[in-house]
């Protein structure tokens, strides 16, 4: 989640006119670019992971137990780590950061994230991960569409989510040492949630953004971190839904 303040009050929502056309247009191309960004992103992510899994090398980084578990090694370590890194990087350091370097930024982590989630070929079967991934994209798509489209104002859930999202954190962070099969189904459950109401709720906050940096130098900037936004929704949203309906390899 990249660290916004909320840009709804104030919004100058209601023109005519040629003023109207023109900002209609500029949302569109912004939101384009946006999304854009997004799948670009997940497709390099996508890409960087089946072909690291198949081509062997993904043993560098990370070691299938005979339980099917992964044990990463100290590389493994940093590659799963520096994604985090880089995110607080881009969100902290947008106002020192050139629109270039944030560019290049997100494109590393993409790839940096395709190393990570690698892991994934080890664990689940390929049809199953295809299924997931296209059952993702289309309910990504349904609610980014609601997101952008809907008169109802979603700041309200901003607080209720993010909240959310902490304690989900948190409970997951204790269930790596519980090691609970019912509480990681239900975190499983709640996290699908919680990301498919981020999905309206960002996509709705990204596109109000537009009316504070249309014609300004941190319009580039502000595509980027939306695509990253989203970008996170998704994975978290496909992971979380791979848990519960993805077959496992004997």
Same mark, same amino acid.
């Given at each position: 989640?990249?660290?916004?303040?909320?840009?709804?009050?104030?919004?100058?929502?209601?023109?005519?006119?040629?003023?109207?056309?023109?900002?209609?247009?500029?949302?569109?191309?912004?939101?384009?670019?946006?999304?854009?960004?997004?799948?670009?992103?997940?497709?390099?992510?996508?890409?960087?992971?089946?072909?690291?899994?198949?081509?062997?090398?993904?043993?560098?980084?990370?070691?299938?137990?005979?339980?099917?578990?992964?044990?990463?090694?100290?590389?493994?370590?940093?590659?799963?780590?520096?994604?985090?890194?880089?995110?607080?990087?881009?969100?902290?350091?947008?106002?020192?950061?050139?629109?270039?370097?944030?560019?290049?930024?997100?494109?590393?982590?993409?790839?940096?994230?395709?190393?990570?989630? %690698?892991?994934?070929?080890?664990?689940?079967?390929?049809?199953?991960?295809?299924?997931?991934?296209?059952?993702?994209?289309?309910?990504?798509?349904?609610?980014?569409?609601?997101?952008?489209?809907?008169?109802?104002?979603? %700041?309200?859930?901003?607080?209720?989510?993010?909240?959310?999202?902490?304690?989900?954190?948190?409970?997951?962070?204790?269930?790596?040492?519980?090691?609970?099969?019912?509480? %990681?189904?239900?975190?499983?459950?709640?996290?699908?949630?919680?990301?498919?109401?981020?999905?309206?709720?960002?996509?709705?906050?990204?596109?109000?953004?537009?009316?504070?940096?249309?014609?300004?130098?941190?319009?580039?900037?502000?595509?980027?971190?939306?695509?990253?936004?989203?970008?996170?929704?998704?994975?978290?949203?496909?992971?979380?839904?791979?848990?519960?309906?993805? %077959?496992?390899?004997?």
């Amino acid at each position: 989640m990249a660290d916004w303040s909320d840009p709804r009050t104030g919004a100058p929502y209601v023109t005519a006119g040629a003023g109207a056309d023109a900002r209609d247009a500029g949302l569109r191309s912004y939101m384009l670019s946006v999304y854009n960004y997004m799948a670009s992103g997940v497709l390099l992510t996508g890409i960087v992971a089946l072909l690291f899994a198949k081509s062997g090398a993904i043993a560098v980084l990370f070691t299938e137990q005979a339980n099917g578990a992964v044990s990463p090694s100290l590389l493994g370590w940093i590659v799963m780590l520096a994604p985090l890194g880089i995110v607080l990087v881009m969100s902290f350091g947008q106002m020192r950061l050139s629109t270039p370097a944030m560019q290049a930024l997100y494109w590393v982590y993409a790839t940096v994230m395709g190393l990570s989630l %690698s892991t994934i070929f080890l664990r689940y079967t390929d049809t199953s991960i295809a299924q997931v991934f296209f059952a993702t994209a289309a309910g990504f798509a349904g609610l980014s569409l609601w997101g952008y489209t809907t008169k109802r104002d979603l %700041s309200g859930m901003g607080t209720f989510l993010i909240m959310g999202l902490v304690g989900l954190i948190v409970a997951s962070i204790i269930n790596l040492f519980l090691q609970s099969g019912p509480l %990681s189904l239900a975190l499983s459950v709640i996290g699908v949630l919680l990301f498919a109401g981020l999905t309206a709720y960002d996509t709705q906050k990204i596109k109000s953004m537009y009316f504070y940096v249309q014609g300004s130098d941190m319009r580039g900037k502000a595509v980027v971190l939306g695509a990253l936004t989203l970008y996170l929704d998704f994975i978290n949203m496909f992971l979380f839904l791979l848990r519960l309906f993805g %077959s496992q390899r004997n």
